[in-house]
T-cell receptor, first 112, second 111 residues
Framework: NAGVTQTPKFRVLKTGQSMTLLCAQDMNHEYMYWYRQDPGMGLRLIHY???????AKGEVPDGYNVSRLKKQNFLLGLESAAPSQTSVYFC???????????FGDGTRLSIL | EDQVTQSPEALRLQEGESSSLNCSYTVSGLRGLFWYRQDPGKGPEFLFTLYSAGEEKEKERLKATLTKKESFLHITAPKPEDSATYLC????????????FGKGTTLSVSS
């Protein structure tokens, strides 16, 4: 029962570098989400997708891009990493809009 | 502006000492309220969904209730393994599919 799998689990980047975080779900869910979690801030939505080939902005989208080329995968890209993007990133998926979201175990990203 | 506030921020209990966590919300129209449990280094784990005032859900030592302004997560006779951060999130009409999370309550249960 894999559920939502995030790759990598940890990463350290230098300012200005780029990287892609991968999220894969095996539950055939239509909806997928990317959140970031910072101390004292709670979880905040970055981008989300309501189906293959679609993406939309969330609360804090600046500095990130996403793609959903396959239903089971949702990619989060950082084109030019900044120290303010140091955070824990969580991916989630749900079957429909008002159904529970199921989360992966996160990617811990540090940008120096 | 849609908001979710959880209290207290931290709660320490002795094993067997029952208590409640609070989640108050102000949203334009509630589509659903979700409770999650998060262990250190892990992602949030879904516990309950509540959709309308008066609704209640139970699972083992946990019971979630919902009114028009707040939700409570009641913990009956907690055990050390119930120690975790409990997150409340709401889905509001104007926010579409997005969840608005509170900052969580960190529960510590000692034996």
């Amino acid at each position: 029962n894999a559920g939502v799998t995030q790759t990598p689990k940890f990463r350290v980047l230098k300012t200005g570098q780029s990287m892609t975080l991968l999220c894969a779900q095996d539950m055939n869910h239509e909806y997928m989400y990317w959140y970031r979690q910072d101390p004292g801030m709670g979880l905040r939505l970055i981008h989300y997708s309501v189906g293959e080939g679609t993406t939309a902005k969330g609360e804090v989208p600046d500095g990130y891009n996403v793609s959903r080329l396959k239903k089971q995968n949702f990619l989060l890209g950082l084109e030019s990493a900044a120290p303010s993007q140091t955070s824990v990133y969580f991916c989630a998926s749900s079957s429909r809009a008002n159904q529970p979201q199921h989360f992966g175990d996160g990617t811990r990203l540090s940008i120096l | 502006e849609d908001q979710v506030t959880q209290s207290p921020e931290a709660l320490r209990l002795q094993e067997g000492e029952s208590s409640s966590l609070n989640c108050s919300y102000t949203v334009s129209g509630l589509r659903g309220l979700f409770w999650y449990r998060q262990d250190p280094g892990k992602g949030p784990e879904f516990l309950f969904t509540l959709y309308s005032a008066g609704e209640e859900k139970e699972k083992e030592r946990l019971k979630a209730t919902l009114t028009k302004k707040e939700s409570f997560l009641h913990i009956t006779a907690p055990k050390p393994e119930d120690s975790a951060t409990y997150l409340c999130a709401v889905q509001a009409d104007q926010a579409g599919t997005a969840l608005i999370f509170g900052k969580g309550t960190t529960l510590s249960v000692s034996s």
